[in-house]
């Protein structure tokens, strides 16, 4: 197959990439780099399988020769970043999923949106099936990202069912694993480099929030069974083992074999306070579920900032 991957260079896009080469398909990776980082895909560079495209989706979009696949994964993905580029987070859910659904129409191509557990906001459903409508505030600071999220499932919905599109929605849950962003504002690479610094660690509220993390070869082997063999209702990806922040601080803190403190700052702005995904239509559709534990993923996850860390770290001062 040949495939377009928007966001190429962002942490979960580009590890899609590395998946779909893997199996012997050709990639054209696409993104503008608002906040993906070059350095994901740098090792793709010669690759001859793979090329590049720098582009924002948002706009005008056109690509040469034939595509079996567009996936959209192009969008800030974390509050800090969506709080930076509230205006360009929406138009990548709005004028960039509508593009890409225009070139996957064009090209006769399947379509993934990659949308996220956001749709749920502060859910008052618990854990979250794929029929919960969620409970999101439209008009406050985070809606940017949620609401970008609804309406591109929206609009996904309206070309399959209108031109008879083949298409697929992902509900992406809490991910980590290398080439996260140090300062992504995501709580696990947060907490990581927090302690690899010997800085305090910066909990929200009391810490009892709690939240599902998913390692990304876990995240990336769901994304891609959906898309071969998944269809078009909207599918939950994420690992359904819940903890509270309070005790992924601690785990990060016995992985890190840090001291540092524990550091309590006000919850954000509609923080969710429970965020667990019902995977039964994964398991019975896809017979996927995670078999990553959690001690072992943070674990390769400080690996990965510790050598992250140390090679952005300046020379040492020549001995006088």
């Known amino acids: 197959m040949r495939v377009l991957i928007t966001g190429a260079s962002g ?8 998946r779909f080469l893997a199996d012997g398909h050709e990639v054209v990776g696409l993104d503008n780099f608002i906040t993906g980082n070059a350095e994901n895909i740098a090792h793709l560079t010669g690759h001859q399988s793979f090329s590049f495209v720098r582009h924002d989706i948002s706009s005008y979009t056109y690509v040469a020769g034939s595509l079996d696949g567009v996936l959209h994964f192009a969008s800030p993905a974390s509050p800090i970043d969506y709080l930076k580029h509230p205006i360009p987070t929406l138009k990548v859910g709005a004028l960039g999923t509508h593009n890409a659904l225009g070139l996957a129409k064009a090209k006769g191509a399947r379509f993934f949106l990659a949308s996220t557990s956001e749709v749920y906001g502060d859910p008052l459903v618990h854990p979250q099936p794929e029929s919960y409508w969620g409970n999101v505030n439209p008009v406050g600071p985070r809606s940017v990202y949620d609401e970008a999220k609804r309406f591109a499932e929206a609009i996904t919905m309206a070309y399959h069912r209108f031109h008879g ?46 939240r599902s993390f998913c390692y990304v070869s876990d995240e990336v082997e769901g994304i891609y069974r959906l898309f071969m063999n998944g269809d078009s209702a909207p599918t939950n990806i994420g690992n ?27 919850l954000p702005t509609d923080d969710p306070r429970v965020r667990r995904p019902d995977i039964t239509r994964a398991r019975e559709l896809l017979g996927w579920e995670p078999s990553v534990d959690i001690r072992a993923g943070i674990a390769l996850t400080v690996a990965y900032f510790r050598a992250h860390l140390a090679a952005a770290a300046p020379a040492p001062a020549p001995a006088s």
Request: glycine content about 8%.
């Open 11 to 18: 942490f979960l896009g580009s590890h899609l990439c590395d």
């Open 165 to 210: 599109m083949d298409t697929r929605i992902v509900r992406i849950f809490n991910t980590y694993g290398p080439r996260m962003r140090p300062h992504d504002g995501r709580v696990v690479s947060n907490f990581i480099v927090q302690a690899l610094r010997g800085e305090p660690l910066t909990l929200y509220g009391d810490g009892s929030q709690t």
């Open 240 to 266: 359904p083992v819940e903890y509270t922040v309070r005790q992924l601080a601690e785990m990060v803190l016995e992985a890190t074999g840090s001291s540092a403190a524990i550091e309590h700052r006000p």
